[in-house]
């Protein structure tokens, strides 16, 4: 039975949950950092970018300042620029596209399956003579159909750079995101399964001539203290901020064990009501989102935002028909599934720190609204 007093709000996202019984450890490598006073590129963003690769299983890691950096510094790096085509999907957060037309390159879309990532039987179509690279998503953190990405990459020479901002720790057939490309960048924004205390981001290889590149490029271009190699940006990752997330890496794969765990709740409770996100044997995600597919979407978020259900909407508008993608010449039409997608799908609350009561609270929410209005 459920009283008036067990029915609480659920915020979309509550950080101050996990930073309460994070803080003290928190704090103390904020100490450790003020002691030692290099701010930047002290010896906690070795540890990290070490740890981090070690834990993706790939070669190296190169810690930046955000995600989009993560992208932009991987495709400058690669040598992809004016006259190049690049291929990657309409459904994901603006970064991944704004990334290709800021190294002067062409983004080219490719629509999604109902996973919601990349279809690659729709891929090849895509390809022409000036394409260099794919940037798949693993969006929502479900791993993208990396088997046959590899194939087509491989059959045409293009490089994959895998989008791994949502997917820190999700699997394909046993093996970690990041390294199925030639590089995978990951944002560390607080929202993401592993966040610092602000922006951050780490791109993952296992090529030591990218790795060796990256370094320089996130550092203004710089080979050593005093001379420019090449004109670049100042894209660091914060000390502090590494300091931080090494404290957290402890804790990410319980973490990502709890996200699956209510996940697999929520399917198996709202399969009837919802199309809910399945996984395949191969798969293991890690739910930095949960996104249903939802009939009479936009009431069904008023019914639950009336008992204080916090949903979004990720993405509201497709990237092709942002005004900002008006040059790409598409249309409202070009990409279905991904428009289609736009008028059912709804994220619902997951995070480590939601109780029991809450996912109740979102299940039977959605169930009554159903029941009531069907
Ligand atoms: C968050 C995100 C980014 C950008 O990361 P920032 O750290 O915010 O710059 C890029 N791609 C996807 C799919 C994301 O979710």
Redesign the pocket.
């Known amino acids: 039975m459920i009283t008036e007093k067990m029915v609480e709000s659920v915020p979309f996202i509550d950080l101050s949950q996990q930073h309460k019984y994070l803080k003290a450890e928190l704090l103390s490598a904020v100490g450790k950092v003020l002691d030692h006073g290099q701010f930047i590129l002290g010896p906690e963003v070795k540890s990290f970018e070490r740890c981090f690769a070690d834990y993706c299983g790939v070669r190296y890691a190169v810690g930046v300042d955000?995600?989009?950096?993560a992208?932009m510094l991987t495709l400058k790096a690669l040598g992809i620029g004016q006259g190049d085509e690049v291929i990657t999907v309409p459904n994901?957060?603006l970064?991944?596209v704004s990334c290709i037309a800021n190294v002067g390159a062409k983004p080219v879309f490719t629509d999604v399956r109902g996973d919601l990532n990349i279809d690659p039987d729709l891929l090849e179509n895509a390809i022409t003579a000036r394409t260099r690279a794919v940037i798949p998503?693993h969006?929502t953190g479900r791993p993208a159909d990396m088997g046959k990405i590899t194939a087509l990459a491989n059959k045409y020479g293009l490089f994959i750079i895998e989008?791994c901002?949502?997917a820190a720790g999700a699997r394909y057939y046993g093996q970690k995101v990041g390294g199925f490309g030639i590089a995978g960048c990951f944002?560390?924004?607080p929202l993401?399964v592993l966040g610092a205390i602000g922006?951050g981001?780490i791109i993952t290889t296992n090529n030591t001539e990218l790795y060796e590149k990256l370094i320089i490029l996130r550092n203004h271009g710089l080979r050593n203290r005093d001379e420019c190699e090449t004109w670049s940006v100042n894209s660091r990752l914060d000390t502090i901020q590494a300091a931080m997330l090494l404290v957290k890496m402890s804790y990410i794969d319980k973490w990502i064990e709890v996200r699956r765990a209510i996940a697999a709740y929520y399917r198996e409770k709202l399969r009837d009501y919802v199309a809910v996100p399945e996984e395949m044997p191969h798969e293991f995600s890690v739910y930095q989102t949960f996104i249903v597919q939802a009939e009479r979407r936009d009431e069904l978020q008023k019914y639950l935002s009336a008992q204080h259900i916090e949903t979004k909407i990720h993405y509201p508008i497709p990237l092709h028909i942002q005004e900002a993608a008006e040059e790409l010449g598409y249309a409202i039409g070009s990409f279905p599934v991904t428009e289609n997608l736009t008028r059912t799908i709804l994220s619902l609350p997951i995070y480590p720190e939601l109780n029991q009561i809450q996912i109740e609270t979102v299940i039977s929410a959605i169930k009554d609204f159903y029941g009531k209005y069907n």
């Open positions: 955000n995600g989009t950096s992208l994901s957060f970064a991944t998503v969006l989008d901002a949502q944002s560390l924004h993401k922006d981001g």
